[in-house]
């Protein structure tokens, strides 16, 4: 799976690059430039990449709490 | 009138806002510097997006976006949704687990224990403060531009020189004196906090900004009529990118490698409570990207056809004049709506400056004492106290010799921040390899560092120190001419001295690799 997330990366980098799009000056609705509405679908694209990047593909060798962090619960405990 | 006591109330509730959270400070220089370790996802979130959205995100963008038309949004905004995502990922959270094992605070002591070098800091502290600089620049100048342009005619009798608007001089002034004030009070857990509360402010505050442009352009009944009816007017060539070459496009990409090497981004990063704060600033950062991006990009574009809209006048000319183009969204926030709303609205462009500036003055500051003061003059010989106080002087005086810099400086902030950019990114094989390539060496880094430091001065010189905003590296193949964005030299020639030094020296000790490259239980 963590080889789909980073594949999925680099095909999100190549998408990035829209020559098809270049000189489309379409307002699609009838307000919003083709290029913009693209890029903007690439950012949301980017939001699901990474929201999957970090269920399948979270480094799992970290310690999870500072060590401040410890000591302050413990005390409160 | 409105809008500077609308202004002044923003900046007192700020000042307040860095009081209280001083309350919270336990006194030590470490809870000064990374809030004690404690900030969770939310305020994580919010205190990095707040930081990376520079004046560069909303003034830079606006005007950018007036000048060069859509494709602003795709060389800076969609790739940075991948790359930044992709540096917090990979970098971010290896950075907070090494800081948090090995008690880091600043990206020089990474690179000292990890090259085995004390020198590197002496090598890297003046590049990356010399880099902060710029950077600071375009707040400051910005947050002068934006209070000038919004006040203008409400001090007839005091300010006569600049037809009655509060001189940007005095701007950029009363806003350095506040976030060094709210800095000075609060620390790092003072700046986390107001870096949110700017963060909402600006984002609420410019979607409502969108809305209230186009219905003021637009003139219809519905707001998608109005959007219809302003997008209409917007020019052929800013709605495609015929204007501009592929190769450049693609290599704008570039640009956004800056945050793996931004010191005050690492130093934020350090600040989480754990390795899990990260997720969600990993998976919402590029959404909010887009929620603050498109609405600028789109405001900028209509500014470009708006003349041509029943009852609204033509632009005036000094928007297209050299740094003009910064003071068109709050041209257009001043023309097009109430004063009551225009006040709140500025101090939303005002929250996004500031919201960067905070975490720049104290991540120099805590540069300047870690790495310097008490590095060479050890860790006894100054008490919490006298470190905090090294610390705020020496912020002073970068702000100081910044705030004189701006005084000169009439540069697109678009412009200076590219190039800002471009010399933290030519370092980004410089973290990327202290993390991940075992076989990095001492002399590998100083090479990168030296060849980044280079290629930027030269090629900076080469575009006439900005002044021609459209400087590329152009390669001829074939007859065929490519443009390439200077940041692309900067990497090659960082990347290259890199590896080719690396590999020509003595490999770190077996003490040094264990530390920072374990075996995998």
């Not at chain 2, 976006?65 to 060389?75: D, H, L, P, R, T």
């Not at chain 2, 800095?183 to 984002?203: C, D, E, K, S």
């Not at chain 2, 931004?262 to 409570?273: D, M, R, V």
């Not at chain 2, 009852?311 to 004063?339: A, E, H, R």
């Amino acid at each position: 799976m963590k080889y789909v997330i980073w594949l999925l990366v680099i095909v999100l980098i190549i998408l990035h690059q829209d020559n098809w799009n270049w000189d489309d000056d379409t307002l699609v609705f009838g307000f919003m430039p083709i290029t913009l509405l693209y890029h903007a679908g690439i950012s949301v694209a980017a939001g699901v990449t990474w929201f999957l990047a970090i269920q399948f593909a979270w480094p799992t060798d970290l310690d999870e709490e500072t060590p401040a962090t410890k000591s302050e619960e413990g005390a409160e405990a | 009138m409105t809008q500077f006591i609308i202004i002044c109330c923003y900046l007192a509730s700020l000042l307040g806002l860095g009081i209280f959270s001083s309350r919270l400070f336990r006194g030590t220089s470490k809870d000064y510097m990374l809030a004690s370790h404690s900030i969770g996802p939310f305020l994580l979130l919010m205190s990095i997006f707040g930081t990376t959205m520079t004046a560069f995100a909303l003034v830079g963008s606006t005007g950018e976006a007036f000048k060069e038309g859509v494709g602003v949004y795709g060389m800076l905004a969609s790739s940075s949704g991948i790359i930044h995502s992709l540096c917090f990922f990979v970098l971010g959270v290896k950075v907070w687990s090494l800081g948090h094992k090995y008690g880091y605070t600043t990206q020089i002591q990474l690179f000292r224990d990890r090259l085995e070098s004390d020198k590197i800091g002496v090598l890297l502290f003046p590049v990356l403060v010399g880099l902060v600089i710029p950077y600071l620049l375009i707040g400051v100048m910005a947050s002068g531009t934006v209070i000038s342009v919004v006040t203008k005619g409400a001090f007839p009798g005091i300010f006569e020189a600049s037809a009655g608007a509060i001189p940007a001089w005095l701007g950029s002034l009363t806003v350095c004196g506040v976030v060094l004030i709210y800095v000075f009070f609060g620390g790092m857990r003072g700046t986390a906090w107001a870096n949110t509360f700017q963060t909402i402010v600006f984002m609420i505050l410019g979607v409502v900004t969108f809305y209230v442009i186009a219905t003021e352009l637009g003139k219809q009944d519905g707001f998608i009529d109005n959007l219809r009816v302003v997008s209409s007017k917007i020019p052929t060539d800013k709605l495609t990118r015929s204007h501009i070459s592929k190769v450049k496009f693609f290599t704008y990409f570039f640009v956004p490698l800056s945050v793996g090497m931004f010191p005050h981004l690492f130093q934020h990063w350090l600040t989480a409570k754990s390795a899990n704060s990260f997720k969600l600033a990993v998976v919402a950062h590029p959404l909010f990207i887009m929620i603050v991006w498109v609405p600028c990009v789109l405001v900028g574009v209509w500014a470009t056809g708006m003349a041509d809209l029943p009852g609204i006048d033509k632009l005036p000319s000094f928007l297209y004049k050299g740094g003009g183009s910064n003071k068109l969204l709050v041209f257009m926030v001043g023309k097009l709506t109430t004063p009551m709303l225009g006040g709140f609205l500025t101090a939303g462009i005002l929250a996004a400056i500031m919201s960067s500036l905070d975490s720049q003055f104290l991540c120099i500051g805590t540069m300047f004492t870690e790495d310097i003061v008490v590095h060479y003059g050890g860790k006894d010989r100054f008490s919490d106290k006298q470190t905090i106080i090294i610390a705020r002087l020496f912020i002073i005086a970068i702000v100081a010799i910044t705030y004189f810099l701006s005084l000169f400086d009439n540069k697109t902030v678009f412009t200076l921040g590219v190039w800002c950019f471009s010399g933290f990114s030519s370092l980004f094989p410089l973290i990327f390899a202290a993390l991940y390539w075992k076989r990095l060496t001492k002399a590998g880094a100083y090479a990168c560092v030296i060849a980044a430091a280079g290629t930027w001065i030269y090629l900076f010189a080469q575009s006439d120190f900005a002044v021609n905003r459209s400087y590329t590296i152009d390669l001829t193949i074939g007859g065929e001419i490519y443009e390439l964005m200077p940041v692309t030299g900067m990497i090659l020639a960082s990347t290259v001295a890199m590896i080719v030094v690396s590999l020509l020296t003595k490999p770190p000790s077996e003490a040094t690799l264990a530390k920072f490259f374990p075996e995998k239980s």
